[in-house]
């Protein structure tokens, strides 16, 4: 089994961005972690980018690729209908997965446009939710 987490905008600042919000563990501690994890289950590769159309592109070229996506799109989450329109494209199983519950926050990042098109939306675990979101796509 192959799975890709895709990190999108910011979070390549783990561990300096609001580490009360995120902790304190960076976006390699996240990387090593996922990867340990997933040992002699899965193939885990991973992708972190800062701009939208980056991220549509990677999830286009999991098609036929990879069984399943891990997915923060951090804040495109509240603003991208592209990024969703790419996940029911390539219908590759994607898993979306918020550090903080997004739901418990501000009021602008309530919503989220990836949730309808999602096999599994996991958040408020902190890192736990990249390894319970490798858990359920292991388990399809």
């Known amino acids: 089994m192959k799975i890709l987490v895709?990190?999108?905008?910011?979070l390549?600042?783990?561990g300096l961005r609001e580490p009360e919000i995120y902790g304190s563990g960076t976006l390699d501690d996240l990387e090593q972690l996922v990867k340990n994890h997933a040992a002699g289950r899965a193939q885990v590769d991973f992708y972190q980018s800062n701009h939208e159309g980056d991220i549509i592109d990677k999830i286009q070229s999991t098609r036929g690729v990879y069984d399943g996506i891990v997915l923060n799109a951090g804040g495109y989450t509240h603003t991208s209908i592209s990024i969703a329109d790419a996940i029911s494209a390539v219908r590759t199983p994607t898993v979306e997965v918020h550090i903080s519950d997004i739901t418990k926050r501000e009021p602008y990042r309530a919503h989220s446009y990836l949730t309808p098109v999602c096999a599994a939306t996991i958040m408020g675990r902190g890192f736990k939710g990249y390894t319970e979101a490798v858990d359920f796509l292991i388990s399809l």
């Not at 895709?6 to 910011?10: F, K, S």
């Open 6 to 10: 895709i990190n999108g905008p910011n």
């Open 12 to 14: 390549n600042l783990l």
